[in-house]
C-alpha cells in the first residue's frame, strides 16, 4: 500500500482469549484512511461558515491539516477535520481556507481522486508538479504581514513551525471543531492490551532502559513522546482507537527515573496495569499539557527536553521553547529496527497470509470462470473472510483496495460497497491488502488478469515487475538511503517513457502501523536522512497507472539485511533484501521477450518458494492448491 480502510473495533476480553477487530460497513463516510469514495461533497456552507469565523477573529488565512494531534497519518474519525471541510479524505493533504478562495494541496497519490471529490469551492493544487508549491511556501508567499494565518497549535509540528519567517501565524482555538459542533464523532476510547513478549521479543522495561541511556547521552531531563505507534510500542501495549491501526490515544514521558503513560483510565484494565508495573505511572490523557507546563517551570536554565520533529506547537510551548530540543524521535529509531522475534514474526505471518491471498484469487477466478458477477467490495469481504481464519488474525491493516479496470489507475481507491464496479475478467485486477496478526503486519498487492490482457498491459507490467526484481536483487553499502535506490525501480519503466507518482516503499509497522517511518524508498528528499539497517521492515512496490484505463502495482515487504560479498570496499559492510511476501505475480502478464535470463531465474525462484511455503497450508482447498500449481510452473 502506498505512501503511505473500514472502523475496527477490538473486543474487550483477557489477554489469553481471541481479541479481534470486527467487522464494520461505514464505508460510506469520510473516512477509510484516505481511500476513495468517489463522490463529490458539496462544501459551501462549511467554507461560508469558516470564513465568518475567520472575519471574527481577524484571520486571513486558515491552514487545515490532515492529522492529528499526534500527528497520526490516518486520524480517527473525530479528527478528519480536512476531510470534513473539503470533501477530500484521502490520507495526505492540506487545505488552505483564504477570504476568497479555497486551495487543497495534495500528491500524485490522489490527483484522481481529489478531482473526483473536490467541489466548485476547491482549487486542487498539485503538489510536485512544476510550478506548483508546497502548501508552505504558500503560505509565505502569498499570506504575508499585515495579513494572519490561523491554525490550531496542537495540529502544526514545532519543527515546521520555524520554517513560517515573515508570517504571522496566529494559534488559536480550532475553527473546523466550531463548526462541526455537535455532528462531530466522539474521541475513541477503545480497551487498551497488552502485546505478549513472546510476539514483541523485548519487555518495555528494558525499552524504558536504553531510552534512558540515551537521555544520559544527550545530558537531557525528559523524553515526551506524542505518536501513537511510538508509544504503543514502548510499552507493548496495542488498542483500537484509529481504524486499521492497532494503536490508542495517548502520550508517554521518560525521565530519567520515572515513565508517565498519559491515557483515559477507562481504558486501562487491571491486567494492563499490572503488565506495565511499578516502573510506569498512569496519567489522565488530559492530564499532558497540564503536566508538560508543570515540568517546565520546574526546570532550570540549560536543562533540556527532547521532543520529537513531530511533536506539536503546543507540546513546545506548554514546555517552554527555550527549554526544548527538537530531534528525531530516539523512539521511532529504536522501532524501526526489528529484533529477532519480530522479525519471525513476520516471514510466518506473511506465509500465513499468502494461504490467504491464495485461496482468494483461486476463488474469484472460478467465480468469473462461472459467469458469476460480483462487485469489487464483495471481493474485498471474500478476501478478509480468507484472512479471518487464519490463525493470529486481529483485522485488516488498511482498507482493502479491490479494483478493477479504470479504478486500478486510482492508486489508493477502495470500493464503495452501495456504489462500486463489477469485476471484469477481460479488464487487469488489482489487489491491494493486508492483515494485522499479532506476530505481524502484511501489505501486499498483486495484479492480475483473468482473461487475456494486451499487448500493451503486459509490456507494462513486465517494467514493473522488472523494476520490482531489481529492488528485490539490489545490494548496497551500510549508509545507503531509499532516497538514493529509488531509481533502481523505475529505470526499466523509464525505458518505455513510463513512471509512477508514489514512493517505491515506505516502513511497515509490527503488529502497529501499515506504513511506518522514518525509514522509505522513494524521492521524497526526506528519505535521505534515514539510511537503510539491518532489521528495518519496507515495502517494495513500483507500479505504472494508465488513468481511465487501468493500473498495476507489485509489492512486496522486505527486511533489510546484511549481505556477504566478495570484498568489502572501506570496511563499510554491505546489505540487501530478504523478501518475506508469499504470492504469485500474475504469470499471464509476464512478456518473458523483456526478461533477462538473471529476471527469468528470479520469477521461476520466487514461485518455487511460494509453492514450497504456502502450499502446505492449502490442504483442503484443491481449488486452492491447483490455482497455486499452475501460477508457480516455471517460466
Same mark, same amino acid.
Given at each position: 500500500?502506498?505512501?503511505?480502510?473500514?472502523?475496527?473495533?477490538?473486543?474487550?476480553?483477557?489477554? !489469553?482469549?481471541?481479541?479481534?477487530?470486527?467487522?464494520?460497513?461505514?464505508?460510506? !463516510?469520510?473516512?477509510?484512511?484516505?481511500?476513495?469514495?468517489?463522490?463529490?461533497?458539496?462544501?459551501?456552507?462549511?467554507?461560508?461558515?469558516?470564513?465568518?469565523?475567520?472575519?471574527?477573529?481577524?484571520?486571513?488565512?486558515?491552514?487545515?491539516?490532515?492529522?492529528?494531534?499526534?500527528?497520526?497519518?490516518?486520524? *480517527?474519525?473525530?479528527?478528519?477535520?480536512?476531510?470534513?471541510?473539503?470533501?477530500?479524505?484521502?490520507?495526505?493533504?492540506?487545505?488552505?481556507?483564504?477570504?476568497?478562495?479555497?486551495?487543497?494541496?495534495?500528491?500524485?497519490?490522489?490527483?484522481?481522486?481529489?478531482?473526483?471529490?473536490?467541489?466548485?469551492?476547491?482549487?486542487?493544487?498539485?503538489?510536485?508538479?512544476?510550478?506548483?508549491?508546497?502548501?508552505?511556501?504558500?503560505?509565505?508567499?502569498?499570506?504575508?504581514?499585515?495579513?494572519?494565518?490561523?491554525?490550531?497549535?496542537?495540529?502544526?509540528?514545532?519543527?515546521?513551525?520555524?520554517?513560517?519567517?515573515?508570517?504571522?501565524?496566529?494559534?488559536?482555538?480550532?475553527?473546523?471543531?466550531?463548526?462541526?459542533?455537535?455532528?462531530?464523532?466522539?474521541?475513541?476510547?477503545?480497551?487498551?492490551?497488552?502485546?505478549?513478549?513472546?510476539?514483541?521479543?523485548?519487555?518495555?522495561?528494558?525499552?524504558?532502559?536504553?531510552?534512558?541511556?540515551?537521555?544520559?547521552?544527550?545530558?537531557?531531563? *525528559?523524553?515526551?513522546?506524542?505518536?501513537?505507534?511510538?508509544?504503543?510500542?514502548?510499552?507493548?501495549?496495542?488498542?483500537?482507537?484509529?481504524?486499521?491501526?492497532?494503536?490508542?490515544?495517548?502520550?508517554?514521558?521518560?525521565?530519567?527515573?520515572?515513565?508517565?503513560?498519559?491515557?483515559?483510565?477507562?481504558?486501562?484494565?487491571?491486567?494492563?496495569?499490572?503488565?506495565?508495573?511499578?516502573?510506569?505511572?498512569?496519567?489522565?490523557?488530559?492530564?499532558?499539557?497540564?503536566?508538560?507546563?508543570?515540568?517546565?517551570?520546574?526546570?532550570?536554565?540549560g536543562q533540556k527536553v527532547l521532543i520529537g520533529d513531530k511533536a506539536s506547537?503546543?507540546?513546545?510551548?506548554?514546555?517552554?521553547?527555550?527549554?526544548?530540543?527538537?530531534?528525531?524521535?530516539?523512539?521511532?529509531?529504536?522501532?524501526?529496527?526489528?529484533?529477532?522475534?519480530?522479525?519471525?514474526?513476520?516471514?510466518?505471518?506473511?506465509?500465513?497470509?499468502?494461504?490467504?491471498?491464495?485461496?482468494?484469487?483461486?476463488?474469484?477466478?472460478?467465480?468469473?470462470?462461472?459467469?458469476?458477477?460480483?462487485?469489487?467490495?464483495?471481493?474485498?469481504?471474500?478476501?478478509?473472510?480468507?484472512?479471518?481464519?487464519?490463525?493470529?488474525?486481529?483485522?485488516?491493516?488498511?482498507?482493502?483496495?479491490?479494483?478493477?479496470?479504470?479504478?486500478?489507475?486510482?492508486?489508493?481507491?477502495?470500493?464503495?460497497?452501495?456504489?462500486?464496479?463489477?469485476?471484469?475478467?477481460?479488464?487487469?485486477?488489482?489487489?491491494? !491488502? @493486508?492483515?494485522?496478526?499479532?506476530?505481524?503486519?502484511?501489505?501486499?498487492?498483486?495484479?492480475?488478469?483473468?482473461?487475456?490482457?494486451?499487448?500493451?498491459?503486459?509490456?507494462?507490467?513486465?517494467?514493473?515487475?522488472?523494476?520490482?526484481?531489481?529492488?528485490?536483487?539490489?545490494?548496497?553499502?551500510?549508509?545507503t538511503s531509499g532516497y538514493i535506490i529509488d531509481t533502481w525501480a523505475r529505470?526499466?519503466?523509464?525505458?518505455?517513457?513510463?513512471?509512477?507518482?508514489?514512493?517505491?516503499?515506505?516502513?511497515?509497522?509490527?503488529?502497529?502501523?501499515?506504513?511506518?517511518?522514518?525509514?522509505?524508498?522513494?524521492?521524497?528528499?526526506?528519505?535521505?536522512?534515514?539510511?537503510?539497517?539491518?532489521?528495518?521492515?519496507?515495502?517494495?512496490?513500483? @507500479?505504472?497507472?494508465?488513468? @481511465?484505463?487501468?493500473?498495476?502495482?507489485?509489492?512486496?515487504?522486505?527486511?533489510?539485511?546484511?549481505?556477504?560479498?566478495?570484498?568489502?570496499?572501506?570496511?563499510?559492510?554491505?546489505?540487501?533484501?530478504?523478501?518475506?511476501?508469499?504470492?504469485?505475480?500474475?504469470?499471464?502478464?509476464?512478456?518473458?521477450?523483456?526478461?533477462?535470463?538473471?529476471?527469468?531465474?528470479?520469477?521461476?525462484?520466487?514461485?518455487?518458494?511460494?509453492?514450497?511455503?504456502?502450499?502446505?497450508?492449502?490442504?483442503?482447498?484443491?481449488?486452492?492448491? *491447483?490455482?497455486?500449481?499452475?501460477?508457480?510452473?516455471?517460466?
Open positions: 500500500m502506498m505512501l503511505f480502510h473500514a472502523l475496527r473495533v477490538f473486543q474487550h476480553r483477557l489477554p !489469553s482469549q481471541s481479541i479481534h477487530l470486527s467487522r464494520s460497513h461505514s464505508y460510506r !463516510s469520510l473516512s477509510t484512511m484516505g481511500a476513495v469514495g468517489t463522490q463529490t461533497v458539496d462544501t459551501t456552507d462549511r467554507v461560508v461558515a469558516l470564513r465568518k469565523l475567520m472575519a471574527e477573529r481577524n484571520i486571513d488565512a486558515y491552514i487545515v491539516p490532515s492529522e492529528d494531534q499526534h500527528f497520526s497519518e490516518y486520524p *480517527a474519525e473525530c479528527d478528519k477535520r480536512r476531510a470534513f471541510i473539503s470533501g477530500f479524505n484521502g490520507s495526505a493533504g492540506t487545505a488552505i481556507v483564504t477570504k476568497e478562495k479555497a486551495y487543497l494541496f495534495t500528491d500524485g497519490r490522489y490527483f484522481l481522486q481529489a478531482e473526483q471529490q473536490l467541489d466548485k469551492n476547491w482549487t486542487l493544487m498539485k503538489q510536485g508538479l512544476p510550478d506548483v508549491p508546497t502548501w508552505q511556501e504558500f503560505i509565505t508567499k502569498n499570506v504575508t504581514l499585515p495579513d494572519h494565518v490561523g491554525i490550531d497549535p496542537e495540529l502544526i509540528s514545532a519543527s515546521d513551525a520555524k520554517s513560517f519567517t515573515g508570517t504571522d501565524i496566529s494559534y488559536s482555538e480550532n475553527l473546523v471543531d466550531l463548526i462541526w459542533a455537535t455532528a462531530r464523532p466522539a474521541r475513541p476510547k477503545n480497551p487498551v492490551f497488552g502485546l505478549d513478549v513472546r510476539y514483541a521479543g523485548q519487555d518495555h522495561t528494558s525499552k524504558l532502559a536504553r531510552l534512558r541511556q540515551e537521555l544520559e547521552k544527550q545530558k537531557a531531563r *525528559a523524553l515526551v513522546v506524542t505518536m501513537l505507534d511510538e508509544v504503543a510500542w514502548l510499552f507493548n501495549l496495542r488498542g483500537a482507537d484509529i481504524d486499521f491501526n492497532p494503536v490508542f490515544f495517548g502520550y508517554a514521558v521518560i525521565t530519567t527515573d520515572n515513565a508517565f503513560l498519559f491515557v483515559d483510565p477507562v481504558q486501562v484494565s487491571q491486567d494492563v496495569r499490572s503488565q506495565l508495573g511499578q516502573q510506569v505511572q498512569l496519567r489522565p490523557y488530559d492530564g499532558f499539557i497540564p503536566y508538560l507546563k508543570e515540568l517546565g517551570t520546574d526546570l532550570q536554565a506547537v503546543a507540546v513546545a510551548e506548554a514546555l517552554g521553547h527555550a527549554y526544548v530540543n527538537i530531534t528525531r524521535s530516539p523512539v521511532a529509531d529504536l522501532k524501526t529496527i526489528k529484533n529477532g522475534t519480530e522479525i519471525e514474526g513476520f516471514r510466518a505471518s506473511h506465509i500465513r497470509d499468502g494461504s490467504a491471498l491464495v485461496r482468494y484469487f483461486a476463488w474469484l477466478e472460478e467465480q468469473l470462470d462461472k459467469g458469476v458477477e460480483l462487485s469489487e467490495s464483495q471481493g474485498a469481504d471474500q478476501l478478509e473472510k480468507f484472512r479471518s481464519e487464519l490463525p493470529l488474525f486481529k483485522g485488516l491493516s488498511f482498507q482493502t483496495i479491490s479494483s478493477t479496470g479504470p479504478n486500478a489507475a486510482i492508486i489508493h481507491y477502495a470500493p464503495d460497497p452501495n456504489d462500486c464496479a463489477i469485476i471484469q475478467k477481460d479488464q487487469i485486477y488489482l489487489c491491494d !491488502s @493486508g492483515g494485522q496478526y499479532l506476530d505481524g503486519t502484511t501489505d501486499v498487492t498483486r495484479t492480475l488478469h483473468f482473461g487475456t490482457p494486451t499487448t500493451e498491459q503486459r509490456r507494462a507490467f513486465t517494467r514493473v515487475l522488472q523494476g520490482h526484481i531489481a529492488m528485490d536483487s539490489a545490494i548496497f553499502p551500510n549508509g529505470r526499466y519503466l523509464w525505458r518505455d517513457g513510463l513512471d509512477y507518482r508514489h514512493g517505491t516503499g515506505h516502513g511497515v509497522g509490527h503488529f502497529l502501523n501499515v506504513h511506518e517511518g522514518p525509514q522509505g524508498i522513494g524521492t521524497r528528499i526526506a528519505y535521505n536522512g534515514t539510511p537503510l539497517k539491518p532489521g528495518m521492515t519496507v515495502s517494495n512496490e513500483p @507500479g505504472y497507472y494508465a488513468d @481511465g484505463e487501468y493500473g498495476i502495482r507489485i509489492e512486496n515487504v522486505v527486511i533489510v539485511r546484511e549481505v556477504q560479498t566478495p570484498n568489502n570496499f572501506g570496511n563499510k559492510g554491505f546489505l540487501g533484501f530478504e523478501h518475506v511476501t508469499t504470492a504469485p505475480m500474475g504469470r499471464n502478464l509476464i512478456d518473458e521477450s523483456l526478461l533477462s535470463s538473471d529476471e527469468r531465474a528470479w520469477v521461476d525462484a520466487y514461485h518455487k518458494e511460494v509453492w514450497e511455503k504456502v502450499s502446505p497450508l492449502l490442504v483442503g482447498d484443491e481449488r486452492a492448491k *491447483a490455482w497455486l500449481h499452475r501460477e508457480c510452473l516455471p517460466l
